[in-house]
C-alpha cells in the first residue's frame, strides 16, 4: 500500500526538522516519528514501528495536570483526526524509556484535495516546568 | 500498445544545432491502443503530433500531467483542436481553488493566445483526473499525485497485458533523509512498480541537482535508483534540461547503460515503442 503523496512530504519534512513531529493516517495509525520525537517518546521509531490508534493512546499513560488519566478524545492529535480542526493541548506522558515528561502539543488535520481525509499531525515540545 | 515521442525537453523549448537529435521540442508523448488514441501532455512537441492528425475523427484524449507552460503551450496548435469532427477530452490534476476550465483558460484567452478555450471547434471536454483508476476505450489509467510544485500527477497505462508509467515532472528525492526509501514511502512508486516502460525525469546531472533541491525534477542517478527500485524494464530518460546539448545528453544516457537493471534509452523525439 503506497502512502499518499501530502503524508510523504510531511515524513521528509519531519526527518529534517529539530521539532518532534508524530505523522498518523486516516485511521489514526502511527506511521512515523521524528528523530527529535524519538527523545520526547523515549525510543527510536525503527525500534518501536508503526502502532495502531488503540495502542499508541494507550501506551504513553497521558495525564493531565492533576495527574488524571486524559480521555482519548482529549488529545489534540485525536481532535484534529476526528474534529478536521487544529487543536493545542498540555499534559504529561510517560515514554517508552519510563520517564515522565510535560508536553506542549498542537495538531492540525492532513486534508488532501477533493477534502481527502488523509491523517493529522502533530508537533511538540516539552514544556517549561512551571 | 504504441508509444511515440513527440517531444523529450523540459522547461523550455530548445531548438537549434546542438539539440537537433534528442529534440528540442517540450513534453509530448502519444500513446495508441487497439481502441483510443490518447496524448500524454501538450508540451510544443504536441503540435508536430496534430499535423498527422488532420484526417482523424473521432475521440482523443490528452492527459495532461500539470498546467506548467512547457506541457501546455502547444495545445493551441494542435489542429485537432479544431476540428468539428474531434471529440476532445481533456484530462488534468484536480486542484482545489480553480477547475480545470479556469486553470486553462488562463492560458487559452487573450492576451496569451488569441482563441478561447470555448471558441476551439472541436467538441471539448474537460475532467479532473479521478483518484480511482478509470478506462479509456480498453485502456486502465491511473493518475496520482507525485512530488512536484503545484497540483502534478503521474500516469499509469496499461493495456494488451503490457504497461507504460509516464512521470515527466518528478522530484522523488525531495527532502528524503536517504533516496530511495522502502517503496511505500516513494512518491510515484506505485504508478511505475513493474512498467515494461517508465517515462522518467532526468533532467538534472549530480552536479546540478543541489542547486536545483525542490524545483520539482530529478537528477540521472536519482531517476536510476527510482527505476530500479520500481523493477521496470525500460527506462527512457525525459525532460532533458534545455541547457543539454546532444553530445552531453549521449554521455549521461551513456553513463547509466550497461548496469545491472533496466534498459536505459535517451528519449528522443520521433522514437517508438511497441509494448506488445
Known amino acids: 500500500m503506497s502512502e499518499p503523496i501530502e503524508r510523504i512530504l510531511v515524513r521528509h519534512l519531519g526527518s529534517r526538522l529539530a521539532v518532534p513531529l508524530f505523522l498518523v493516517d486516516s485511521e489514526g495509525t502511527l506511521v512515523f516519528y521524528n528523530e527529535a520525537a524519538e527523545e520526547v517518546l523515549g525510543r527510536r521509531f525503527d525500534d518501536a514501528g508503526e502502532m495502531s490508534f488503540e495502542e499508541w493512546t494507550g501506551v504513553f499513560a497521558v495525564r493531565n495536570d492533576g495527574g488524571q488519566p486524559l480521555a482519548i478524545d482529549e488529545l489534540p492529535l485525536v481532535k484534529a483526526l476526528r474534529e478536521r480542526r487544529p487543536a493545542h493541548s498540555r499534559f504529561d506522558i510517560t515514554g517508552l524509556d519510563g520517564v515522565m515528561r510535560s508536553l506542549e502539543v498542537s495538531a492540525f488535520p492532513l486534508e488532501g484535495q477533493g477534502g481527502a481525509q488523509l491523517g493529522a499531525v502533530a508537533l511538540f515540545w516539552e514544556a517549561a516546568t512551571p | ?276
Do not use: K
Request: charge should be negative.
Open chain 2, 1 to 276: 500498445m504504441i508509444v511515440r515521442l513527440w517531444g523529450t525537453r523540459g522547461s523550455v523549448a530548445s531548438p537549434g544545432p546542438e539539440t537537433i537529435r534528442y529534440g528540442g521540442n517540450t513534453a509530448c508523448v502519444e500513446v495508441r491502443t487497439d481502441d483510443a488514441l490518447l496524448v500524454l501532455d501538450a508540451g510544443t512537441g504536441i503540435r508536430r503530433l496534430g499535423t498527422t492528425l488532420r484526417q482523424h475523427r473521432g475521440r482523443i484524449d490528452i492527459l495532461l500531467t500539470h498546467l506548467h507552460l512547457d506541457h501546455l503551450q502547444g495545445i493551441g496548435f494542435f489542429e485537432p483542436c479544431f476540428q468539428p469532427g474531434v471529440e476532445l477530452h481533456i484530462w488534468g490534476p484536480p486542484s482545489t481553488t480553480q477547475d480545470l476550465r479556469e486553470r486553462l483558460a488562463r492560458y487559452l484567452s487573450p492576451p496569451l493566445f488569441p482563441v478561447r478555450l470555448r471558441d476551439l471547434g472541436s467538441r471539448v471536454s474537460l475532467h479532473d483526473v479521478p483518484a480511482e483508476p478509470f478506462t479509456i476505450g480498453s485502456a486502465t489509467v491511473s493518475g496520482e499525485a507525485v512530488i512536484h510544485p503545484g497540483p502534478t500527477v503521474g500516469y499509469r497505462i496499461s493495456s494488451g497485458g503490457r504497461t507504460l508509467a509516464y512521470l515527466p515532472d518528478h522530484e522523488p528525492a525531495l527532502g528524503a533523509p536517504s533516496f530511495p526509501l522502502s517503496p511505500d514511502w516513494t512518491s510515484g512508486h506505485r504508478l511505475a512498480a513493474d512498467a515494461d516502460l517508465l517515462i522518467h525525469d532526468a533532467q538534472y546531472t549530480e552536479a546540478e541537482y543541489p542547486g536545483h533541491v525542490g524545483w520539482g525534477h530529478s537528477s540521472l542517478e536519482h531517476t536510476w535508483a527510482f527505476a530500479v527500485q520500481a523493477a521496470v524494464r525500460r527506462l527512457v530518460t525525459f525532460h532533458h534540461d534545455p541547457s543539454h546539448a546532444d553530445d552531453q545528453l549521449d554521455d549521461l544516457v551513456t553513463h547509466l547503460q550497461g548496469r545491472d537493471g533496466p534498459e536505459v534509452i535517451g528519449g528522443r523525439e520521433g522514437l517508438g515503442f511497441s509494448l506488445v
